[in-house]
């Protein structure tokens, strides 16, 4: 099994550019999350969803961020525009069934650099 | 509300020695309790869990049980070694929920040899 895949594993960007995180969940994993992880805020979570469908996203820092899930093997996160302030690594997660007792298996995450 | 507390690192011990790292929640109902382990330059990872009172979680010589009475669920490990230098989450699955885990701040472990 090649558990969580992230891409890119490494993204520097410039301030006001788009940004695109990718995800590819493990196969017939039910749930997804999306984090980010900073020195000063630890690690937060961003949204999750439930089989494809956006379930609580009160976690997305403002309109700038988004994340999509068209189909069970496959999300993203968009940051449009970019600020340096949202330099941190981004973590994947996906999760068999729904209920939160399962066991959550974590991507290699994303390392983001904006200058 | 739910949530998790954590000690505060960092954390530095020297190779051999006892580790504890403490951790209480809050939280309605009977959560399941876990700890997740973040190694440098990675995702985190399930070291062990609990899901019920009095229920012992163990795994690469760790060990936590999860106490109902003090609300806890306390990381103990009898000898640490160099490479478990690690950041260490305690987290809360709330009873019946499809929902997210609950995650404390982390405690960032060293072992010095």
């Known amino acids: 099994d090649a558990g969580v895949i992230q891409s890119p594993r490494h993204e520097v960007t410039e301030m006001g550019q788009e940004v695109t995180l990718r995800c590819k969940p493990i196969?017939?994993?039910?749930?997804l999350f999306w984090y980010r992880q900073t020195m000063m805020r630890g690690l937060e979570l961003l949204i999750y969803f439930n089989n494809n469908v956006p379930i609580d996203d009160s976690g997305m820092p403002e309109d700038r961020f988004s994340a999509k899930m068209p189909n069970a093997s496959f999300s993203t996160l968009k940051i449009q525009p970019s600020e340096p302030r949202d330099s941190a690594v981004y973590f994947c997660?996906?999760?068999?069934?729904?209920?939160?007792?399962?066991?959550?298996?974590f991507g290699p995450g994303t390392r983001l650099t904006v200058l | 509300g739910d949530s998790v507390t954590q000690m505060e690192g960092p954390v530095t011990l020297s190779e051999e020695a006892f580790l504890t790292i403490n951790c209480t929640y809050t939280?309605?109902?009977?959560?399941?309790l876990f700890w997740y382990v973040q190694y440098p330059g990675e995702g985190l990872q399930l070291l062990l869990k609990a899901t019920k009172a009095d229920d012992k979680g163990s795994n690469k010589g760790f060990e936590a049980t999860y106490r109902k009475e003090t609300t806890s669920f306390h990381l103990e490990k009898g000898s640490v070694q160099v490479s478990d230098s690690a950041v260490y989450f305690c987290?809360?699955?709330?009873?019946?929920?499809?929902?997210?885990?609950?995650f404390g701040k982390g405690t960032k472990l060293s072992v010095k040899p």
């Open positions: 987290a809360l699955a709330l009873s019946g929920s499809q929902g997210n885990l609950i």
């Open positions: 939280a309605t109902g009977y959560p399941s």
């Open positions: 196969s017939g994993h039910n749930s």
């Open positions: 997660a996906s999760r068999p069934g729904r209920t939160s007792y399962n066991e959550q298996f």
